[in-house]
T-cell receptor, first 115, second 114 residues
Framework: DVKVTQSSRYLVKRTGEKVFLECVQD?????MFWYRQDPGLGLRLIYF???????EKGDIPEGYSVSREKKERFSLILESASTNQTSMYLC??????????????FGPGTRLTVT | GENVEQHPSTLSVQEGDSAVIKCTYS??????FPWYKQELGKGPQLIID?????GEKKDQRIAVTLNKTAKHFSLHITETQPEDSAVYFC?????????????FGRGTSLIVHP
């Protein structure tokens, strides 16, 4: 089974802190995604990556950056956390190219609270 | 870009009843329509999907229908059980070069009362 793991289930940070959220997948997927989930707003795409060192902005990239130095790992960075970034963050991965089935595999989520 | 509307936001049914969740999309190039189920404390998980060359697909108690002309698709759950209680998300997007960047609906919280 595909497994997507996220470094923390719960995280509490202070305003202005630099925050790193880590995601690792074990199935050699090319695509990786970071979503933010808020009640009533569904899943909103922050950034995605289709290859090592490649990244593309999603719908709400402001205040976030990402890093993908290895194929299996995709990091989300909050340079200076703010209270409006309190949310559930979900990582996902998927295949591309000839192996693509288009299914996304999600991690369990990190609930981040910024105080 | 794609815009996906999902209704209702909350659906409450009695065990054994049917549940229907509806989505509409805006981009006529969209050709892949997955449905994800998110149980409490977990990430979403794919439960069924449909491609644009098919009008209906069924998997046991779950079915999805697609009307490309009207740009809407629906999830049907029959004989609901308490374990069907979860948040359900629809999504839509064109596929391009083997990649798929979906736009999600806002989710439907399904509550099945025993």
């Amino acid at each position: 089974d595909v497994k997507v793991t996220q470094s923390s289930r719960y995280l509490v940070k202070r305003t202005g802190e630099k925050v790193f959220l880590e995601c690792v997948q074990d199935m050699d997927h090319e695509n990786m995604f970071w979503y933010r989930q808020d009640p009533g707003l569904g899943l909103r795409l922050i950034y995605f990556s289709y290859d090592v060192k490649m990244k593309e902005k999603g719908d709400i990239p402001e205040g976030y950056s990402v890093s993908r130095e290895k194929k299996e790992r995709f990091s989300l960075i909050l340079e200076s956390a703010s209270t409006n970034q309190t949310s559930m963050y979900l990582c996902a991965s998927s295949l591309t190219g000839k192996r693509a089935t288009y299914e996304q595999y999600f991690g369990p989520g990190t609930r981040l609270t910024v105080t | 870009g794609e815009n996906v509307e999902q209704h209702p936001s909350t659906l409450s049914v009695q065990e054994g009843d049917s549940a229907v969740i509806k989505c509409t999309y805006s981009d006529s190039a969209s050709n892949y329509f997955p449905w994800y189920k998110q149980e409490l404390g977990k990430g979403p998980q794919l439960i069924i999907d449909i491609r644009s060359n098919v009008g209906e697909k069924k998997d046991q108690r779950i079915a999805v229908t697609l009307n490309k002309t009207a740009k809407h698709f629906s999830l049907h759950i029959t004989e609901t059980q308490p374990e069907d209680s979860a948040v359900y998300f629809c999504a839509a997007s064109p596929t391009s070069g083997g990649s798929y960047i979906p736009t999600f609906g806002r989710g439907t919280s399904l509550i099945v009362h025993p």
